[in-house]
């Protein structure tokens, strides 16, 4: 069985390999075996290769955060999964291979649509959905502004906020990007800049803000800030501006607002929230399966191409999926 070996923290063209690894074996109890049939690149993965991620594994380390696979064989106890459904591969278990086997206990069959999309759901889309429920109630009605909206979260957050009814503002730093996630449902697109708050409050008529997302940092964050009510929540969730979050401490003395961040591994980590995420892929496959969300695609490698695949994913023009037993 063949799979994408990290070997050492560094340049992807020196430190990736493919190798010849293992099979899984028969499921035990509990236990599925799937035949991966598309497994993305993301920034995370990128970030591991690099050195330069949250939490780094061992090495050698397989590769690959997520992705969607075929069950080829069930352990004795598994009866909500059958050989031939098509289910997530469950984060971080390493999904650059031909097969795995993982624990079958929250996954569910998926529906019938794009596999390249339908790989994509654990991580991003599951991202955005998390972020509008983890910390703070919101109603029908509401809004909530995102940065970093042309973002994989960002797109993927837009359908997902629409489905229950909140209204966003999303903030993007291209002006052309505006009529782009105007089409994909956002209620309002700004550009930022130093009066991002003024445009907000004109946006939404005034309307207090429920909740702020940052995939920016810099001075976006401070200015997100500007523009929510006392006692307002503002989540981190990454940092593309690649500075540290300006904020203001009088700021948030005078207002007793929360700044918090998130990510994804740790919630994973909380006991219940793999049954939760479980939930979570039943809300989101069906947004993925229509089309509501719906990622870009840069291209569709094999493993044996991995090299050209990594340097297309790096200048992130889209995402980049593996297909480790050829196209589906």
Known sequence: MRGLQLTAYGEAADVVRLVDVPDPGAPGPGEVVLAVEASPVDPTDLYIIAGVYGELPPLPHLLGCEGVGRVTAVGPDVGHLKPGDLTVVPPLSNAWVERVKVSAFWLRPLPDGDVDQL????????????????FVTLNAGDWVVVTAANSAVGRSLIPIARSRGIRTVTVVRRPELVEELRELGSDKVLVDGPDLAVGIADATGGAEIALALDGVGGETTQRLLDALPVYGTLVLWSGMSGQPAA?????LIFTGQTVRGFWIVNWLKVPGN?????????????????????????????????AEALAVAARYGGKVVFHPNGRP
């Open 247 to 251: 904020v203001s401490a009088p700021h």
């Open 119 to 134: 790989s994509l759901l654990g991580i991003n889309p599951a991202t955005a959905a998390l972020l509008l429920s983890e």
């Open 274 to 306: 793999p049954e939760r995420f479980g939930k979570i892929c039943e809300e989101l496959a069906p947004l993925i399966a229509s089309g509501a969300i719906s990622l870009p695609i840069a291209g569709t490698y094999g493993l044996e191409q991995y």
